[in-house]
DNA sequence: GTGCCTAAGAGTTTCAGATC
DNA sequence: GATCTGAAACTCTTAGGCAC
């Protein structure tokens, strides 16, 4: 392995000098610069990361805890997030471990800060670990219910951009596919919001206004939607969690023989671009995932750069209306 | 054999000082 | 003042020496 001092040999200049010659530092002569650029790379030079955050303390890694790969809103946020941290020149390490094996991985390799979504913040169980975090702590998600800096969406204002839009549009009788049982506060929030919203609005609201589900993936909305779909008098609209159950619902209209928006308008949580190319171009509601991730990579390199500073940052949604709605026939 | 202590080594950055 | 050098420091692991 090629190091500084193999440059400095041939260079004919001291270690320090190279050093700081391809950190670009002023007092190094612009020709000795150049020449010392030409040997590393004729040589191959690859920094030493280990070597470099020995002396900086800083390892230039983030810690990702991810709550699982199999959701599409989730594959779309860390694709633009990994982005958004090379762009800070950060490298990106993802584990979907529980949460105490991650932390624990994670402090051995020194991480300089670590996200955690705000899906695990409520497993008591897994955040026993929390307390070992040698690093600055970010979590997405679910503000309020944890003592941690975060980035959290509004997302109960975002369902009742659906809930108001889907009203403007003369539904009086929608439907919201979430969770409302469990642990996750992030879905809480959306149902409480929902249910609030179709109160203030006069629309009818029972037991069957909430389809309840095991889960958050497609094969969850499609069993739930299955259900609705047998119901003597189904709802014209419905809200979605998110968009894998989304799915789940045009896989469950689709072998009934229904048509969206015609027989039923489908609103969606997850401002994501992968809505426009679903079964219909579907309307949305959320933060886009470009904003969240430039947000977050943002709040992290702050908390690397000030690690004893609290942050509390919230992010408002829009609606993005798209062929999945329409008015009431 | 076990336990404790100390020194060395890894590659890089950075500060203080030397040279021109 | 510009440019360069030398040495200390960073953290952790391993090896060697010593006492029991």
């Given amino acids: 392995m090629v190091t500084i001092k193999d440059i400095a040999k041939r260079a004919g200049v001291s270690f320090s000098t ?6 670009g530092n002023p007092n190094i002569k612009a020709v000795t610069k150049e020449r010392i650029w030409e040997i590393a790379r004729e040589m191959g030079y690859q920094p030493n990361i280990a070597a470099r955050s020995l002396v900086s303390r800083k390892s230039g890694a983030i810690g990702i805890i991810w709550p ?7 594959s779309s946020l860390i694709t633009k997030l990994n982005d958004e941290l090379e762009r800070r020149g950060y490298t990106t390490l993802l584990s979907i471990s529980r949460t105490d094996a991650a932390i624990e991985s994670f402090n051995r390799y020194r991480m300089d800060a670590v996200l955690l979504f705000g899906d695990h913040s409520g497993n008591r169980d897994e955040l026993s670990g929390i307390g070992s975090m040698q690093s600055p702590l970010l979590v997405y998600g679910a503000a309020g219910s944890h003592p941690f800096s975060t980035v959290d969406v509004n997302r109960g204002q975002a369902i009742r951009l659906a809930v108001r839009h ?8 929608i439907a919201y596919l979430g969770r409302p049982d469990g642990d996750d506060p992030m879905q809480t929030v959306k149902i409480e919001a929902f249910l609030d ?3 203030t609005l006069g629309l009818r609201v029972d037991d069957e206004s909430i389809l309840r589900i095991e889960g958050l993936e497609t094969h969850d909305g499609y069993i739930a939607a299955e259900a609705m ?33 015609e027989d ?3 609103v969606s949580y997850d401002n994501i671009p992968l ?9 949305a509601v959320g933060v886009s995932v470009h904003a969240i991730a430039s947000v977050i990579a943002e709040a992290l390199h702050k908390l690397i750069e000030m690690s004893d500073e609290q942050l509390t940052i919230a992010l408002e949604p829009e609606i993005v209306v798209r062929s999945s709605s329409t008015r009431l026939q």
């Fill in 229 to 261: 779909f047998g119901w003597p008098s189904p709802p014209t609209a419905v809200i979605s969690g998110g968009v894998d159950l989304t799915r789940g619902i045009y896989r469950a209209a689709r072998e009934r023989g229904l048509r969206v928006p």
């Fill in 197 to 199: 919203e179709a109160r």
């Fill in 166 to 173: 889907l009203a403007e549009l003369g539904h009086s009788r």
């Fill in 264 to 266: 039923l308008s489908v």
């Fill in 68 to 74: 699982t790969v199999e959701r599409g809103a989730l």
């Fill in 275 to 283: 809505m426009e190319d679903l079964d219909v171009p579907t309307t």
């Fill in 18 to 23: 190279v050093s700081k010659a391809l950190l």
